[in-house]
């Protein structure tokens, strides 16, 4: 029977936070479009982690493991996936949309000569046009930087292959019973194709550092921090809420922080719950990349800036001014 994959992506051996968030997708759009649902795991040794990810709806779990799988690769991890793929007839395969998602998805649905949708932000259920095989999923999709929005569907019998934007997408519900996972696992031949390049070192962001596309808040500044040493003040005021610090490219190009901290067309992709825009002027590219947070903050001293545009609250004034007083009364609510 035909069914959604929904991939549990890990590192270390540890599931991220996206493979909650994409497994919990799966099993609200399996219920809505009458299919089941089944997971995949890859890793070096990650059949512990199933019981986990079972609880939130990924009962059926097909798992490839090994050492060649131990780092993220995409030619070993499309061998494996695709193999998953044929072993449970997958129509519908959900990946999150991060760096290894939008990777390997490319890859798997090239090879699948399947359909792809990157970064959707909203999956419904097409009720109009029902075919032979059923309903199918209508993706929401930004284009053209956030300026316009638009639903796309698969088209003919062949799988579609999509990503989900972080944090978009909520975790389901633990249930108070504990569910276990019925596992399969999965023989991979990896050919000398698939093993042609090597993952030497993976170098890791400073410890206790918050993944940007993770993070639940973020603090971002940007040209009008005016020189690099002022990102202090917007470390502190992330530290007081547990906060991701992020940058605008203006900022990133004066060298002030690294690339890695880039929001934005040219950067990374944000959707926190909660976004502080600490003089940024909002330009179309930054939009691009922030405008799905659910709650935009900006402070800015021009009050025509566009940022106010899209913000839900908005501060006219100067961020050094601002901001401490932000730190300031942050710390006196968090005790
Ligand atoms: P500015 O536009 O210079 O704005 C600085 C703001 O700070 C102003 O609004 C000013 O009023 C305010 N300010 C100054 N002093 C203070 C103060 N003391 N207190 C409060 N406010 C103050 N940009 C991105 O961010 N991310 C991208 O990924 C990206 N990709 C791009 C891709 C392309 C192809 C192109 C062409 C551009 C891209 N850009 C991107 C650049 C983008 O167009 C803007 O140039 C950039 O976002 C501007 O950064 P900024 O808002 O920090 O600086």
């Known amino acids: 029977m035909a069914c959604i994959l929904a991939v549990a992506e890990q590192r270390e051996n540890k599931l991220k936070?996206?493979?909650?968030?994409?497994?919990?997708?799966?099993?609200?759009?399996?219920?809505?479009?009458?299919?089941?649902?089944?997971?995949?795991?890859?890793g070096g040794s990650v059949?512990?982690?199933?019981?986990?990810?079972a609880q939130y709806g990924a009962k059926d779990l097909l798992i490839a493991e090994g050492k060649e799988f131990e780092r993220y690769s995409?030619?070993?991890?499309?061998?494996?996936?695709?193999?998953?793929?044929?072993?449970?007839?997958?129509?519908?395969?959900?990946?999150?949309?991060?760096?290894?998602?939008?990777?390997?998805?490319?890859?798997?649905?090239?090879?699948?000569?399947?359909?792809?949708?990157?970064?959707?932000?909203?999956?419904?259920?097409?009720?109009?046009?029902?075919?032979a095989s059923g309903r199918s999923p209508l993706l929401l999709h930004p284009m053209y930087g956030g300026k316009v929005w638009s639903y796309l569907k698969g088209a003919g019998q062949n799988?579609?292959?999509i990503t989900l934007r972080p944090n978009v997408f909520s975790k389901g519900e633990r249930p108070l019973a504990p569910t276990k996972a019925a596992i399969e696992k999965i023989d991979v031949k990896l050919s000398d194709t698939d093993l042609r390049a090597k993952v030497l070192e993976l170098i890791m962001a400073a410890e206790g550092a918050v993944d940007l596309t993770e993070a639940n808040i973020i603090v971002s500044g940007g040209r009008g921090?005016?020189?690099?040493?002022?990102?202090?003040?917007?470390?502190?005021?992330?530290?007081?809420?547990?906060?991701?610090?992020?940058?605008?490219?203006?900022?990133v190009d004066a060298g002030w922080k690294p690339h890695s901290f880039q929001v934005g067309l040219t950067g990374r992709t944000v959707s926190p719950t909660l976004y502080v825009a600490c003089g940024i002027s909002g330009a179309i590219q930054h939009l691009?990349?922030?405008?799905?947070?659910?709650?935009?903050?900006?402070?800015n001293k021009d009050p025509d800036a566009p940022i106010f545009k899209v913000a839900d609250y908005g501060i006219v004034g100067d961020v050094?001014?601002?901001?401490?007083?932000?730190?300031?009364?942050?710390?006196?609510?968090r005790g």
């Open 288 to 299: 691009a990349g922030m405008s799905s947070s659910r709650y935009i903050v900006a402070i």
């Open 74 to 131: 995409v030619m070993p991890y499309t061998a494996a996936l695709s193999e998953i793929v044929k072993k449970t007839d997958a129509k519908i395969i959900l990946l999150g949309a991060t760096a290894m998602g939008k990777d390997l998805g490319a890859r798997l649905a090239a090879r699948l000569k399947a359909g792809l949708v990157n970064d959707c932000t909203g999956i419904e259920v097409d009720n109009d046009n029902v075919g």
């Open 47 to 53: 059949a512990g982690l199933a019981d986990e990810i």
């Open 159 to 161: 799988p579609i292959v």
């Open 225 to 251: 921090m005016k020189a690099p040493e002022n990102f202090k003040m917007l470390e502190e005021l992330a530290s007081a809420l547990g906060a991701a610090v992020g940058a605008s490219r203006a900022a």
């Open 320 to 333: 050094f001014e601002v901001v401490p007083l932000l730190i300031e009364e942050i710390k006196k609510v």
């Open 17 to 42: 936070k996206i493979a909650y968030e994409v497994v919990s997708e799966g099993k609200r759009l399996a219920e809505k479009l009458g299919l089941e649902m089944k997971c995949a795991l890859i």
